[in-house]
């Protein structure tokens, strides 16, 4: 059993510790390893994203390209009660994401002077899907449905294959793609894939937006392609799953152990937190992790993601949303008798998960909100992806004659006020011209 928290009873730098994120650990050395991943693809292009196939993958050679003929004999294994939940989750994700199309707008500022925003879909997206641990055809649906409906030109999928052959790619990845009409797409994963993304290579052309969630070499990749502006611009840090249960007596403990769980399966350095103001709820709660931790399929992994998972225990509910704020959790979940009250006191949540009938499960495959989200305490500042993040946003202005007279004499003081002339001058001139054609 992992001991539990006693909040109040740490200090500030404790409290800091506590929450600390483990894939966060060793940060120096990731970091040096991700970038020699990135300079290798770029020196060496496929042949680098072939060699990286064979040491991380343990793929002899990998095509790189999916063929059609490949993807087609993939597709026919695909079994019908998996394509029908497919078609059900793609149907409620495409609703909510429709929601979000994005209106033009137009307004006159002053009389004369017209602005507009406008929105248009970024020409060439890269969707990025994990597949190291388990393939996962529900996050092309989080990416491919919002890059369909905004209207993307070019959208290209890679994901790393599977064992033993690179087009082991899964008939349920195939057949989201295939729904969200997305055609090019390539056996290969990891922080590889994603320069290959950002900067191209003979097989792979350069995209300008990478999105997608993944393990850390991943998400450490697509952050460092995004500070080079050679590189490509990234949706967001997304990285291992993180969930934080925030729950009360009330609570149904085998219900908070089962989503804990869930997300300790993803991976070693997934992060799950149960907060409550009720030690025996706690206690429960551990007994059931126990119990189902010890029936599940993938219970290694999911225990070592438990190594280092948290129970905290708290003075009350109000302290319970303090730590939770603090912690800025990817998911939270809330199983209290008063949801919906706390719900109003959450700050940094990315995906909120309210009352017992309510897991993380239904967000990652099927309510239709979408499960990609940001990690590591990002989420105080960086949003859940939406629609918006497939569009660029400009501006367009006009002036007509009666605009300049009446801004002109503005701009012109304000330019003055920052001392530059030239800036000034440009609307002199026509102030100028309007004047004498006046006179
Ligand atoms: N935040 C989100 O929105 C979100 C959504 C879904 C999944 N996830 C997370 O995505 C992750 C998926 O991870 P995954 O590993 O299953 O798949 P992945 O596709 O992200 O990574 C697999 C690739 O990692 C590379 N790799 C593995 N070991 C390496 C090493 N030692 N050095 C360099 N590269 C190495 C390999 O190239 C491999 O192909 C999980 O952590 C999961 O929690 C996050
Ligand atoms: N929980 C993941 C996001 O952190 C998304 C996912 C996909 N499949 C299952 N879960
Ligand atoms: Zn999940």
């Known amino acids: 059993m992992t001991s539990v928290i006693n909040w109040a009873s740490l200090s500030a730098a404790q409290q800091q510790a506590a929450l600390a994120r ?27 994203l072939r060699a990286y196939s064979r040491q991380f993958d343990g793929l002899d050679s990998n095509p790189l390209v999916l063929s059609a003929a490949v993807k087609q004999a993939q597709l026919a294994k695909l079994l019908p009660e ?17 929601a979000q199309l994005p209106c033009d707008i137009e307004v006159e500022t002053s009389i004369g002077v017209s602005c507009q925003l406008k929105s248009r879909a970024i020409a060439a997206v890269g969707l990025y899907i994990p597949g190291g641990s388990a393939p996962l055809p529900s996050t092309v649906l989080m990416l491919g449905v919002p890059a369909q409906l905004a209207g993307c030109e070019r959208i290209v999928l890679v994901t790393p294959p599977g064992k033993p052959q690179a087009c082991d790619i899964a008939p349920e990845i195939l057949y989201a793609a295939e729904l969200c009409g997305i055609n090019e797409i390539y ?10 993304l950002a900067y191209g290579t003979d097989s792979i052309a350069k995209v300008d937006k990478i999105f997608g969630p993944g393990n850390r070499y991943v998400t450490e990749a697509k952050q460092q392609v995004s500070q080079d502006a050679q590189g490509a611009q990234i949706d967001m840090p997304a990285g291992p799953s993180e969930v934080l249960v925030l729950a009360d007596s009330s609570a ?11 997300q300790a399966e993803h991976g070693p350095d997934s992060q799950v937190i149960l907060v409550s103001d009720s030690s025996n709820l706690i206690d429960a709660v551990q007994a059931e992790v126990n119990r189902q931790l ?18 905290i225990l708290t003075a009350d509910l109000a302290q319970a949303v303090a730590v939770t704020n603090a912690y800025a959790p ?13 719900v109003e006191q959450f700050n940094s949540a990315a995906s909120i998960f309210v009352g017992k009938w309510t897991p993380e499960s239904a967000g990652d495959y099927a309510s239709g909100t979408n499960h990609v989200l940001p990690t590591y305490g990002y989420s105080k500042t960086v949003s859940s992806l939406s629609l918006a993040d497939f569009y660029r946003r400009f501006t367009v202005q006009k002036l007509s004659a009666q605009g300049m007279r009446n801004i002109g ?31």
């Open 252 to 262: 149904n403990a085998a219900f908070v152990a089962a989503d804990l769980l869930s």
């Open 330 to 342: 990817e998911h939270l979940i809330v199983q209290t008798a008063c949801d919906d009250e706390l």
């Open 82 to 98: 998996r394509k029908a939940a497919i078609e059900l989750a793609y149907d409620n994700i495409r609703k909510f994401h429709a």
């Open 409 to 439: 004499p503005a701009i012109v003081t304000l330019a003055q006020a920052e001392s530059l002339d030239a800036h000034a001058n440009a609307v002199r001139l026509r102030l100028a011209e309007l004047n004498s054609i006046k006179g």
């Open 187 to 196: 056996t290969i994963g990891g922080a590889q894939a994603i320069a290959a």
């Open 294 to 311: 010890a029936l599940l399929p993938r219970k290694d992994i999911a225990a070592a993601a438990l190594s280092h998972s948290r129970y």
């Open 22 to 48: 483990p894939a966060l650990a060793d940060s120096a050395s990731l970091s040096s390893q991700v970038a020699e991943i990135i300079r290798s693809v770029r020196a060496n292009g496929d042949a680098a």
